[in-house]
């Protein structure tokens, strides 16, 4: 098949992902051309297709001041600067309560949409920020994976569902949760990348980069290796167009975002989301969790981004009738020490909460407890819910897939989501 210019202009814009949906050999060519376009993905209506969204936060939160245990003594003798006042404490139930700042996830709560998951790690869980994401993303505890576990669901969803693009990662990069050796998933930072954009330095507003691309595509023999799949990718990359052209004016939020990246890069997710263009499975990460020195205003800060704008979120889902499609979780490679350090910080540590939101989620706190007092020999929390059994439980009972599969292993489930 003869790709046009008109063909692929004719909706007014280009969904091209040159380096995410073409093998390299490709997308090194395109580049060589001046001719490199923004990340798109084949997109396919699916409103009844559920959709799960994962929070990164990087650099380690510090779980014990974002769950508080509010009524054990340990916890203020441990951080005498840095503990939350009782009388602070957004109450859950008896024994923890939430940031002061967390107003967001305590209407959840009250709601009956929010879940917390206690102690959550690993077995000689690493103090190493590199090692442990890459953990935390592949699997791989040696800290050497390559492959995410994200990735190997969406590869999975390929196979099942027929559509190659079911993903995205809202960012500069994508995240090693969702590389894939048979797929490959786009970021972006708006829809409006979704189109070739002009280089400044062009002078024929990008028409230079579309006549590369079409000469690249139909000069390469159709019996070639890789025809059949540079021919689709062209295709889905019209088709792609197509869509986005259409609902390109469709969504109009219906709550006020707060302002920020964070919130913003949800509402591009609520975007895709609301649009029905099929998304299952998002990631957006949240950064600056690394609290080593005057940690009380910057986590502060921090909890507050991440309650405001996934309350936002919710509810401009819930408004939208899309909330029931949708589980948000959150993880983060480590949590802090459990005594606070001399420059009014906390250093790495291990085991720390995760939330879980949405309308099907059991809301309540699951896991077992840490002790503050039966510490590592590094004094921090002995882990107590395994990271991969939260995993196996939004991928078993929410995406309807094998844990078996995607992580190499069975794992116990949790009961924050429904069995059936």
């Given at each position: ?293 005057n940690q009380q205003e910057t986590h502060a800060q921090l909890v507050k981004t991440l309650s405001d704008g996934l309350y936002a979120f919710y509810t401009d889902l819930a408004l939208h009738g899309k909330a029931d499609q949708v ?42 407890p840490p002790s503050l007092t039966n510490l590592d020999d590094n004094g921090n929390l002995k882990y107590t819910v395994d990271f991969r059994s939260v995993y196996a439980t939004v991928l078993e009972r929410w ?22």
């Open positions: 098949m003869i790709l046009s210019r008109r063909a692929l202009i004719k909706d007014g814009m280009l969904a091209v992902s040159a380096g995410m949906i073409m093998p390299t050999v490709f997308s090194r060519a395109l580049l060589s051309a001046r001719a490199q376009a923004r990340e798109g993905v084949r997109l396919a209506q699916a409103a009844s297709e559920r959709t799960l969204i994962v929070v990164q936060l990087a650099g380690g939160n510090d779980g014990l001041n974002t769950v508080i245990p509010y009524t054990d003594s340990h916890y203020y003798q441990m951080r005498p600067a840095l503990a939350i006042k009782e009388t602070q404490v957004l109450p859950l139930d008896q024994r923890l309560g939430l940031h002061p700042e967390m107003t967001g996830f305590k209407k959840l709560w009250e709601a009956g949409h929010l879940a917390v998951v206690e102690g959550v790690g690993y077995p000689n869980q690493s103090l190493s920020h590199f090692q442990a994401m890459d953990i935390w993303q592949t699997l791989d505890l040696s800290g050497n994976g390559r492959e995410g576990w994200l990735g190997k669901l969406v590869a999975g969803l390929v196979d099942q569902e027929g559509h190659p693009f079911k993903a995205l990662d809202i960012g500069g990069q994508t995240a090693l949760a969702l590389s894939s050796l048979n797929a490959q998933v786009p970021t972006l930072a708006s829809l409006s990348e979704y189109r070739i954009s002009a280089d400044p330095q062009d002078r024929d507003g990008g028409a230079s980069r579309l006549e590369a691309l079409l000469k690249l595509y139909n000069s390469y023999p159709r019996s070639a290796p890789y025809a059949a799949l540079l021919e689709t990718t062209a295709l889905a990359a019209q088709e792609g167009a197509r869509r986005l052209h259409q609902v390109a004016n469709a969504y109009r939020p219906a709550v006020a975002y707060p302002q920020g990246p964070f919130a913003e890069g949800l509402k591009i997710l609520a975007e895709v989301i609301v649009n029905d263009l099929g998304l299952r499975v998002g990631y957006i990460t949240l950064g600056g969790f690394d609290t080593h020195a589980v948000i979780m959150t993880w983060s490679e480590f949590g802090r020490r459990v005594e606070e350090n001399g420059s009014l910080g906390t250093d790495h540590g291990t085991a720390a909460p995760m939330f879980i939101v949405g309308n099907a989620v059991n809301r309540g706190i699951f896991g077992e995406m309807g897939a094998s844990a078996q599969d995607v992580l190499g292993s069975s794992f116990d489930t949790q009961d924050f989501l429904p069995s059936s």
